[in-house]
């Protein structure tokens, strides 16, 4: 019995600190995958967070910034929905964020919206997520922004008979339909269309299909992980010639390490999206070069979106002078205005996404290392799904 | 019409060899010595890491890399085998899944923990990059490459475990261990040996993987699913039933794709269990 009330005091006495610790801090909950198979995109956005909160210290509006992290470990929306309602519940997180993939960030989006937590979706890049809480913001991309605009620069650029070859889950299926409108609203013509199962391995029967269909443009929408290399080295080995038939794809085509496997297989490859390392400003290279300093290797598309979404949140809580209420945050994020690694960036005021520019690049060989060079951008896009059924 | 079907079986046929590769040790642990090896990629994601780092951090090139990833894919095993695996021979196949299976989960972390999350680069020789252009077909040399090999590799073995002494006495070991041990056969190595040669194919065939499938930690659960397929559809302890096996599901996988993409990726399913109902211990199985 005395053993039990001595345990209770001290539980209340440790309650009682936490309680008055959490006077001065800000608690975001991370909810993201650091095991498993997408343990290294989590580990990029994580990355991201970090050296934003190291250039910028940990304390804003006179509050501290205190970071609870939770392992979603790959796809599982169960998982995601639930650690957000523990981190708000039994940590006192005022903040989510993170939410590397889209079931989770579904899932999450209801505890969000139930609980009128600010949400910062950092990288999850399905268009409908923004709509399941109205007190969620992203700072990553969409699909749709993404490859919608690359379809209408293929017509435009020369392609008139495109092949689309996707993976065969909801982002892929995401891409196919976004490019397609846009090369067809533009008055191109699709001369046939694949999904490959996700898990696919070799990748000859799929290209030498899309091939045989004889088009000037192969669309192609690939997941990160091995894919895009195999994908590429595949398209050299069929003999597809890239100067008859374009190869367009989203950014994770391209990205760093699979250029790194495919080699000079990786020329001339064509991919639209709203990030690069490569990327030429004054600010990307300060940023790239204190990634590097801190992590070793190259930031990505996730790390900028760690990094984004720590500077929504650092100018959110400015604005607000603190407040972690869900209805001021999200009021005072709506329309924000930065300039960002990536280029100049919005926060949509009517649906709380992103608004930034679309790059065009094209892989070469630039002091004997294969990168994205771009050649063509389309500057502030919207997001078109959202466009499309708000009317 | 002709091109297009003899690209497809040749495609299928290199991607099926691709999987023999990969599966061929674990119809030696599995197979022969009816140890349920779920760590199998495990030993084929070390065989991988090694040849990587030979060639990334060492600048060797990529076929001498290849001797040592078996080399330490087959040592790093047996430690296991001495210290863990042996203890589980005559446990239930329940007990053998759940340790091996922890193997690989400790794997993919310790992995992580080591060479980073991220993809690593393979960069092949240029004499086993490109393409030949025989007759309207393009073949692609390294899956040329991979064909040669698999055969050498399958021909090595069958000479090895049938018509030597050495594999007439693993072939005991394992068939009946007190007959063995009786006849003065050295029974725990044997057994060694038998798991060290599974592993070592294994870290062969993960290193002649990683250039068309890539390397990361999740590689050790990635393909497992296709390794056991070939190795159950072959018939648990042939050789020549898991290249059979691979090569048909190689094939009828490719063919799928080619000509029904939308339901292809489902048809090595549907090939695994027609052949399996047809003949259930696989096409060559003994058991």
């Known amino acids: 019995m005395r053993r039990a009330m001595t345990g209770f005091a001290s539980f209340a006495v440790l309650l009682a600190a936490t309680s008055a610790q959490a006077q001065g801090t800000v608690k975001i909950g991370v909810v993201m995958s650091y095991s498993g198979q997408f343990a290294d995109p989590g580990s990029q956005i994580d990355n991201g967070i970090k050296l934003y909160m190291k250039q910028n210290g940990d304390t804003v509006a006179g509050k501290k910034i205190e970071l609870i992290r939770k392992d979603s470990g790959g796809i599982a929306p169960d998982v995601a929905k639930r650690l957000s309602q523990e981190v708000i519940v039994r940590d006192g997180a005022d903040i989510i964020a993170g939410y590397d993939l889209t079931p989770n960030a579904l899932a999450a989006a209801d505890v969000s919206a139930q609980a009128k937590k600010f949400m910062v979706d950092m990288n999850a890049a ?9 007190y969620m ?7 749709w922004q993404v490859n919608e605009v690359l ?10 008979k495109a092949y689309t070859l996707v993976a065969d889950f909801g982002p892929g299926h995401d891409g196919e339909a976004a490019f ?37 443009g192969i669309y192609i929408w690939v997941p990160g992980g091995p894919q895009p290399a195999a994908i590429g080295k595949t398209i050299v080995e069929l003999g597809i010639d890239k100067n008859k038939v374009k190869i367009m794809g989203q950014g994770e085509l391209t990205q760093d390490d699979a250029l790194k496997s495919m080699g000079d297989a990786g020329l001339g490859l064509i991919t639209a999206f709203h990030y690069d390392a490569n990327h030429q400003s004054d600010l990307n290279r300060k940023f790239v070069a204190a990634y590097n300093a801190e992590f070793k290797r190259n930031p990505d598309m996730f ?14 809580l400015k604005k607000t002078g603190g407040n972690t209420d869900g209805t001021a945050l999200i009021n005072a994020v709506k329309g924000m205005k930065w300039e960002s690694p990536r280029g100049p960036m919005m ?16 892989v070469e060989k630039v002091n004997g290392r294969l990168v994205n060079v771009e050649f063509d951008k389309i500057e502030n896009v919207k997001d078109p799904w959202q466009a499309a059924t708000a009317k | 019409m002709i091109t297009s079907v003899l690209g497809v079986l040749f495609d299928g046929f290199a991607y099926g060899m691709l999987l023999f590769l990969l599966s061929v040790g674990l119809s030696v642990t599995l197979g022969m010595m009816n140890f349920v090896n ?40 047996v430690a296991f085998e001495r210290t863990m695996f042996h203890r589980l021979y005559r446990a239930s196949d329940l007990d053998q899944c759940l340790l091996t299976i922890g193997v690989v989960f400790v794997s993919v972390a310790v992995t992580a923990y080591l060479y980073g999350t991220s993809q690593q680069p393979v960069s092949l020789p240029n004499y086993l990059r490109g393409s030949l252009h025989v007759a309207g077909l393009t073949l692609g040399v390294y899956r040329i490459f991979l064909i040669v090999f698999a055969l050498a590799v399958t021909a090595a073995l069958v000479w090895g475990l049938e018509f030597t002494r050495f594999g007439a006495q693993i072939r005991a070991a394992v068939d009946n261990q007190r007959m063995a041990r009786g006849l003065g056969i050295n029974v725990d190595a044997a057994f060694a040996i038998a798991f060290a040669l599974g592993s070592g194919l294994a870290g062969l065939g993960g290193a002649l993987a990683i250039d068309m499938v890539g390397l990361d930690p999740s590689f050790a659960l990635a393909y497992l699913v296709y390794v056991l397929i070939v190795v159950a559809v072959g018939g648990l302890g042939s050789i020549g039933g898991s290249f059979a096996a691979a090569m048909l599901l190689g094939i009828s996988d490719m063919a799928g794709k080619y000509y029904f993409p939308a339901i292809g990726s489902f048809l090595i399913y549907l090939v695994m269990i027609s052949l399996l109902m047809w003949r259930p211990s696989g096409i060559f199985g003994r058991r």
């Open chain 1, 151 to 160: 379809g209408t620069w293929a017509f435009k650029n020369g392609v008139r």
């Open chain 2, 38 to 77: 779920l760590a199998h990629c495990t030993f084929a994601m070390i065989g991988g890491y090694v040849s990587v780092t030979l060639m990334n951090g060492a600048g060797w090139p990529f076929l001498a890399t290849l001797p040592i990833a078996f080399l330490a894919a087959a040592a790093i095993s």
């Open chain 1, 137 to 143: 913001v992203r700072t990553s991309f969409t699909v």
């Open chain 1, 180 to 216: 397609i409108k846009g090369f067809k609203d533009a008055g191109g013509e699709i001369v046939g269309s694949a999904r490959y199962p996700v898990a696919n391995l070799d990748f000859s029967a799929f290209l030498q299909r899309a091939k045989d269909a004889n088009p000037d």
């Open chain 1, 303 to 316: 790390s900028v979106g760690g990094y984004d979404g720590m500077h929504a949140i650092y100018e959110t």
């Open chain 1, 347 to 362: 926060i949509d005021p009517q649906t709380r996404d992103v608004i930034e520019t679309v790059y065009i690049r094209r």
């Open chain 1, 126 to 134: 399905t268009s409908v997520i923004i709509t399941k809480s109205p």
